[in-house]
Each structure stands twice: as C-alpha cells, then as structure tokens.
C-alpha cells in the first residue's frame, strides 16, 4: 500500500462539521466538565502521562540517534510498559508485544532498525507521515512486486509479517510521545466515540488513512471545545464508559488495577467504575485488532418505518407515512402501500398540518384523531426530528397526542442531551417527548401480537426523556 503525498491533503480532509454537530459536541463536553468523578480520573489520566512520558521520550530518542540498539529498546520497553509505564497503555498487542513480534520475526536486526528509526521518527507534515507508515508498512508486508538490488538481498530476512494496523498505532504512540498535541493517540474509545456521536469519523478499514483522517478530526474538535488532546481522549473514554457499560467488553478495555497492583476483569461488568478513581492511578485502554467502525445492519430507518406501519395497523391504526417516504420498501413491501392515500384535516393550521404530514409514521383513529406520532432517528444525529416536534409544538402548543423518538438504545443519552436545548426545554418537549429503542420494538411484537388492544400499548415500551 502506497499512500500518494500529493492526494494526501484530499483524503484526510474530512467533511466540514455542521453548527448542529458543534452545539451537541459542546452539550456533551459540559456533562464531562459537571461530572466530578469524570475531572478526577481526567486530573490522574494528566498527572500520570506527565509523570511518565520524559521517561519513555528519553529512551526512545536514545533509540532514534542510535545511542542504544533495538533489543535494548525492545527489552527495556517491554519490561517498563507492564509496571511503571503503564500509563500509556503500550503492553498489549499493539504496543510492546507489537515490537516484540517484530524483532522475534526478524533474522535482520540491523536493517530492522534502520526502519524503525525512519518511521518512529516524529514528522513534520501529514505528507511525510503518510510516507513513513506506508514505508513500514511495505517494510512488514509482503512484497507486491519483484524487488532488486540490496532490498531484494534484505527483503525475506527483514520482511516480518506483522498486521499494519499494530504498526500504525505503534509508530503514532510513538509520535504522540515527541509531541502529544499534533499526534494524539489512535485509542480504540476515541475511534468510536467519534464515529457514534455525530459521526465525525469513520473508518475504512486503510490503517494509514483512518489514522490521518481521525487526526484531522481529533485536532480540529479539540480545537473547538478549547480542549487538550489528552482532556479530549479522556472525554471520549468517559463517553464510551457511558455508552457501553453494560455491554461485554468490544474494544479490549482493561478495568483499572486495584490498590494492591493486580489486575482485575470481569465479564459483563462496567469496564471502568469511577469508584475506584480515588484509589487507583491510571485508567487503562489496550488497543484491540483492528475493524473498521460501521453501522449495525440490523435495522435501519426503513425498517423500522415498516415496523411501526404494521404495528399501528395490527392494533386498528389507520397509519400515514410520511410522503418522502412512501416509496421506499422493506422486504419487497413498499411503504405506501401501507399509508392511507392522504393525510386527513386534523384541525389544525395549515403549517402544523404540513408538519405533521412530514413525520415518519402518524398513527390515526377514528376519522382524523392522531393516537401518536413517532420520528425514527437511525442516522447521524437525532435533532432533525426533534426540531420537527419542537416546531409542532410551538405552533400548537395545546396538542394533547404523545410524541416518540425510535432510535437505537445507545443513543438515549444523545436523545437528552439534544432535549437540554434552551429552545426544547422553553416548549417543555422534554416532558411531553418519549423514546423507546428499535431493539425493543422489535424484540416486543410477538407480545403486542397476542396482548395488545389498542395504541395505548406502545405507550409499555416507552419511557420518558426526562433530562433532570
């Protein structure tokens, strides 16, 4: 894989977040800066990196000016990383056992040196980093093609086959030790909590890409919310705790040691309990291999559409669809041949009847009374409907029919952070708005098929967005 320095502005440019995308990221950032437990570990996080990283600085530029050889670094890394080098969390199988492989796989130490040196050394542009990973990563991988002359001579001795993606996240480990607020570190929480909220990354599953596109984004948000990258990646750690502590461990989060410096793990647990912030020195992430972050496939926003268009009809709804909508299909079935043909008068203003007519699926009983109103949020960010609502809600305030958000259960936390908007919160939509998950919706209908009687059973897989 070569990485071609003139393209390389375009492909790590990525798309210009919107005002909306900022406000939510600021909201987010104010519930990190409320949470005291959240600045404690982030007060530890800092210290301790502080603490550490001349030490591990000093050993590797000895390394880079060739004052020791590599399995001097290599022994001294890998011994320091599992005690008091922790911090970083480089022992894992991105970091010292990464370098480990290496050496073990290769009969040429001194070829795999000179490498090394070229590629840990810190860069001066994104041009000159992208060279130097896809250096390596030539240097680890098989060849492409015939190769001649010296490097024909070197190629099956000092060719280890170690997966790239270790060898991005080492060497930019290593980049962010020389200078920690132009290479911040490529932490799987950090992938992931900017990818979830608002989407602001997306892998694609090119190791020297991704890393150089999250950077940009990385730096740019930091930027914005008047961060350090340090305070940022404790940020996206804390959000990711949030997000999935109730879950199995995805990304190879390691809990925090206990006082008495053991390890511990346990499945099904949250990865990391603020509890143990005042007892424990460092909060530890060990990178897992790497996967490209995509959206679930299970259900998307059609789907879940269909969904709620047979559920209204199973419980003697009349259901409209909203008509930009209409021709899409689920399962060979197209939507609007489960819609009434129109939207009735409901007695409203014709601006609120408009915005009614543009919601996702409006359940109606009788000739025109609307039994509820739900918007489905499966893309990026779960404000356009809510803005939708919030609209409806200003022009006929006296509206008495329940109003729900659909999404995917990990965004809760996002559909309350949106609701704190002055703006939502002058109209009470807060109050009056109620979110159930697609998961639960789906994992609900054989129930609703056997008890359910009317509307007012959605009303048992709902909860209210209350934001106290």
Same mark, same amino acid.
């Given at each position: 894989?070569?990485?071609?320095?003139?393209?390389?502005?375009?492909?790590?440019?990525?798309?210009?977040?919107?005002?909306?995308?900022?406000?939510?990221?600021?909201?987010?950032?104010?519930?990190?800066?409320?949470?005291?437990?959240?600045?404690?570990?982030?007060?530890?996080?800092?210290?301790?990196?502080?603490?550490?990283?001349?030490?591990?600085?000093?050993?590797?530029?000895?390394?880079?000016?060739?004052?020791?050889?590599?399995?001097?670094?290599?022994?001294?890394?890998?011994?320091?990383?599992?005690?008091?080098?922790?911090?970083?969390?480089?022992?894992?199988?991105?970091?010292?056992?990464?370098?480990?492989?290496?050496?073990?796989?290769?009969?040429?130490?001194?070829?795999?040196?000179?490498?090394?040196?070229?590629?840990?050394?810190?860069?001066?542009?994104?041009?000159?980093?992208?060279?130097?990973?896809?250096?390596?990563?030539?240097?680890?991988? !098989?060849?492409?093609?015939?190769?001649?002359?010296?490097?024909?001579?070197?190629?099956?001795?000092?060719?280890?086959?170690?997966?790239?993606?270790?060898?991005?996240?080492?060497?930019?480990?290593?980049?962010?030790?020389?200078?920690?607020?132009?290479?911040?570190?490529?932490?799987?929480?950090?992938?992931?909590?900017?990818?979830?909220?608002?989407?602001?990354?997306?892998?694609?599953?090119?190791?020297?890409?991704?890393?150089?596109?999250?950077?940009?984004?990385?730096?740019?948000?930091?930027?914005?919310?008047?961060?350090?990258?340090?305070?940022?990646?404790?940020?996206?750690?804390?959000?990711?705790?949030?997000?999935?502590?109730?879950?199995? !461990?995805?990304?190879?989060?390691?809990?925090?040691?206990?006082?008495?410096?053991?390890?511990?793990?346990?499945?099904?647990?949250?990865?990391?309990?603020?509890?143990?912030?005042?007892?424990?020195?460092?909060?530890?992430?060990?990178?897992?291999?790497?996967?490209?972050?995509?959206?679930?496939?299970?259900?998307?926003?059609?789907?879940?559409?269909?969904?709620?268009?047979?559920?209204?009809?199973?419980?003697?709804?009349?259901?409209?669809?909203?008509?930009?909508?209409?021709?899409?299909?689920?399962?060979?079935?197209?939507?609007?041949?489960?819609?009434? !043909?129109?939207?009735?008068?409901?007695?409203?203003?014709?601006?609120?009847?408009?915005?009614?007519?543009?919601?996702?699926?409006?359940?109606?009983?009788?000739?025109?009374?609307?039994?509820?109103?739900?918007?489905?949020?499966?893309?990026?960010?779960?404000?356009?409907?809510?803005?939708?609502?919030?609209?409806?809600?200003?022009?006929?305030?006296?509206?008495?029919?329940?109003?729900?958000?659909?999404?995917?259960?990990?965004?809760?936390?996002?559909?309350?952070?949106?609701?704190?908007?002055?703006?939502?919160?002058?109209?009470?939509?807060?109050?009056?708005?109620?979110?159930?998950?697609?998961?639960?919706?789906?994992?609900?209908?054989?129930?609703?098929?056997?008890?359910?009687?009317?509307?007012?059973?959605?009303?048992?897989?709902?909860?209210?967005?209350?934001?106290?």
């Amino acid at each position: 894989m070569v990485v071609q320095s003139a393209r390389v502005a375009d492909l790590v440019t990525p798309r210009p977040r919107t005002d909306l995308q900022t406000a939510s990221w600021r909201m987010l950032r104010e519930e990190w800066a409320a949470d005291s437990a959240a600045a404690a570990e982030c007060e530890t996080w800092v210290r301790d990196r502080a603490r550490v990283r001349p030490q591990m600085l000093a050993l590797l530029q000895r390394f880079l000016r060739g004052a020791i050889g590599l399995e001097q670094f290599r022994s001294t890394f890998d011994r320091r990383t599992r005690t008091d080098w922790d911090a970083f969390a480089l022992k894992g199988a991105a970091g010292a056992m990464f370098l480990n492989a290496l050496v073990k796989h290769t009969e040429h130490r001194v070829v795999l040196a000179r490498r090394l040196r070229v590629a840990f050394h810190g860069p001066g542009s994104v041009d000159v980093a992208a060279a130097q990973l896809a250096e390596l990563i030539g240097a680890i991988a !098989p060849p492409a093609l015939p190769l001649d002359g010296n490097d024909q001579a070197e190629s099956s001795a000092a060719r280890p086959v170690v997966a790239p993606t270790n060898a991005v996240f080492f060497t930019t480990m290593c980049w962010h030790l020389q200078a920690p607020d132009q290479w911040p570190a490529f932490q799987p929480s950090s992938r992931q909590v900017l990818h979830d909220e608002e989407e602001l990354f997306t892998a694609t599953g090119d190791p020297v890409h991704d890393y150089l596109l999250f950077r940009e984004s990385f730096l740019s948000l930091a930027a914005v919310l008047s961060l350090t990258t340090l305070e940022l990646e404790h940020l996206c750690w804390w959000q990711s705790r949030r997000l999935h502590e109730t879950d199995e !461990p995805l990304f190879g989060f390691e809990e925090a040691p206990s006082r008495h410096g053991r390890r511990r793990r346990s499945v099904g647990k949250p990865l990391y309990d603020s509890r143990y912030a005042r007892n424990d020195s460092v909060i530890r992430e060990t990178p897992p291999p790497y996967v490209p972050f995509t959206e679930p496939p299970a259900l998307d926003h059609t789907h879940v559409q269909w969904l709620l268009a047979k559920v209204g009809r199973q419980l003697g709804c009349h259901v409209w669809i909203a008509a930009n909508d209409q021709r899409r299909e689920w399962g060979g079935e197209r939507l609007g041949s489960l819609s009434v !043909p129109a939207l009735p008068p409901l007695g409203l203003s014709p601006d609120s009847q408009r915005i009614v007519s543009m919601i996702d699926v409006v359940w109606l009983t009788g000739v025109n009374q609307v039994a509820a109103a739900f918007e489905v949020e499966h893309t990026t960010s779960v404000y356009s409907g809510l803005l939708r609502m919030a609209d409806l809600a200003a022009l006929s305030p006296n509206l008495s029919f329940p109003l729900y958000v659909v999404a995917p259960a990990s965004r809760l936390q996002r559909v309350r952070r949106e609701l704190v908007r002055p703006t939502f919160r002058a109209l009470e939509l807060d109050r009056r708005c109620r979110f159930f998950s697609s998961e639960a919706l789906l994992k609900a209908l054989p129930n609703l098929a056997r008890w359910a009687t009317g509307p007012d059973a959605i009303e048992k897989l709902a909860e209210m967005v209350t934001t106290d």
